[in-house]
């Protein structure tokens, strides 16, 4: 019964199998904005960290090769060489990330990994300087970091995406230019006011979260004091509530949203990752579209109505369905490669079609509706990306 309301329900990662991100990452405020008629924008924008561990994705973080780590592939040769020989090892997560699964691709990986080598930084510094690192390393891998390489590789890290907004953290445009929800805010990673552009730097998200979310609870809060108290009717819970009925009064031994949510992660990973292409993202198209009509055949044990974290999780699962729908679509929209989104069927990045933001609207029944946004370039040209 707010006046406005602020999303700051964080990122999508589990969309992703793996990902770095906790179980918490799924998308809700996404999917609960896009649903009620916010755009989402930049979806296709999905970050891959370059350093993470084998499995469950653990990050191994950059400050690692911030302190001087190099990475070899299995002929021991310090690859960074041939893609960036200016920046290495500290050229972009992008760049990185794709240096490292062409190796891989092209058969000098070592069982889908390649090495982050820290062993010439010797233990003390390792222990002093990247203590955490070097726990890691031993607990999660069983690798002494002092004494042999680590297996690395890319992982799902970070939506540049998200609800679109303004600087102020409004979800609709007051000019007019795109349509919104008068009375959303959203910061934080959920929110996409387009700060990263294509490709996030390493600890900007402090900006989303500390700069962009004080604006938007400034402007929230300014624009409350200007409305007269909401009036709801008892039927806008009822759609809800008649989902939450139907979810627990499921009988029978249907699927568990952990065999959907499993197939999701692993389809979106290989077909969404660092290289896409038109045919193997139309591939997790169909696969999507398949998962969404298996969505509400979804049983759950736990018939309970107190902190029923199978309801929870089939909820979730709903919501991650539709942002992995939004992740697509805009993947296959934009037929270029820019900052995260690289595609091998359009390996440039062409400013002449593609300098503009693709904007995603929820539709009843059929794929998100297209519409497209400039961008506005003020001081910065945009320039060919060297490293
Ligand atoms: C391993 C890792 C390391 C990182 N390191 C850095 C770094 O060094 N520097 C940097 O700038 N960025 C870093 N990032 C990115 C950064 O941490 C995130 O972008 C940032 O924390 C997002 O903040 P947020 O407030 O938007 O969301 P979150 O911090 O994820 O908070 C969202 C909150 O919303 C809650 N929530 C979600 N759904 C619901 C719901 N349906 N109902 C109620 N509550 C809900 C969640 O429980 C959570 O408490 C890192 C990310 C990861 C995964």
């Not at 918490?24 to 609960?32: N, R, S």
């Not at 006011?193 to 979260?209: E, Q, Y």
């Not at 979810?247 to 949510?261: K, Y």
Request: net charge negative; hydrophobic share 40%; aromatic share 6%.
């Amino acid at each position: 019964r707010a006046k406005t309301v602020i999303m700051a329900t964080g990122g999508l990662g589990r969309v992703y199998e793996p990902s770095t991100n906790a179980l918490i990452c799924t998308g809700d405020g996404m999917a609960v904005a896009y649903r009620a008629g916010a755009p989402l924008m930049d979806m296709e924008m999905v970050q891959y960290h370059p350093t993470t561990l084998k499995g469950k994705g653990l990050l191994i973080t950059e400050a690692a090769r911030g302190e001087g780590a190099y990475l070899l592939n299995s002929k021991g040769e310090r690859f960074m060489e041939r893609y960036a020989p200016t920046m290495l090892e500290l050229a972009s997560r992008d760049v990185v990330s794709r240096a490292e699964q062409i190796e891989i691709n092209e058969g000098r990986g070592i069982k889908g990994c390649v090495l982050l080598d820290c062993r010439h930084l010797g233990r003390p510094f390792l222990q002093d300087r990247l203590g955490q690192i070097y726990a890691e390393a031993k607990t999660f891998a069983n690798v002494d970091l002092a004494e042999e390489p680590l297996p690395i590789r890319p992982g799902m890290h970070y939506q540049m995406g998200g609800i679109k907004t303004d600087t102020e953290g409004r979800c609709w445009d007051v000019q007019g230019q795109w349509k919104g929800l008068p009375g959303l805010f959203a910061a934080g990673e959920t929110a996409c006011v387009s700060l990263h552009g294509g490709n996030r730097l390493g600890a900007n998200s402090l900006l989303d979260t500390v700069v962009f979310g004080r604006r938007a609870g400034q402007c929230a809060a300014e624009y409350a004091k200007t409305l007269p108290p909401p009036t709801i009717p008892e039927s806008a819970m009822e759609a809800d509530q008649q989902l939450v009925a139907t979810i627990l009064s499921r009988e029978g031994s249907g699927e568990r949203a952990a065999t959907l949510r499993l197939e999701m992660g692993t389809t979106m990973n290989r077909y969404l990752s660092v290289f896409r292409e038109q045919e193997g993202m139309e591939t997790a198209a169909l696969r999507l579209h398949d998962l969404k009509a298996r969505w509400p055949g979804i049983t759950i044990q736990d018939k309970g109505q107190v902190f029923n974290t199978g309801l929870v999780a089939a909820l979730e699962l709903g919501f991650m369905l539709d942002c992995a729908e939004a992740i697509i679509m805009g993947a296959l929209t934009r037929e270029e490669s820019r900052g995260a989104h690289f595609r091998t069927d359009f390996l440039n990045r062409d400013d002449e079609q593609w300098l503009k933001h693709v904007l995603l609207y929820h539709t009843a029944d059929g794929p998100p509706r297209v519409e497209y946004l400039p961008v506005t370039i003020t001081q910065w040209q945009p320039q060919v990306r060297v490293y």
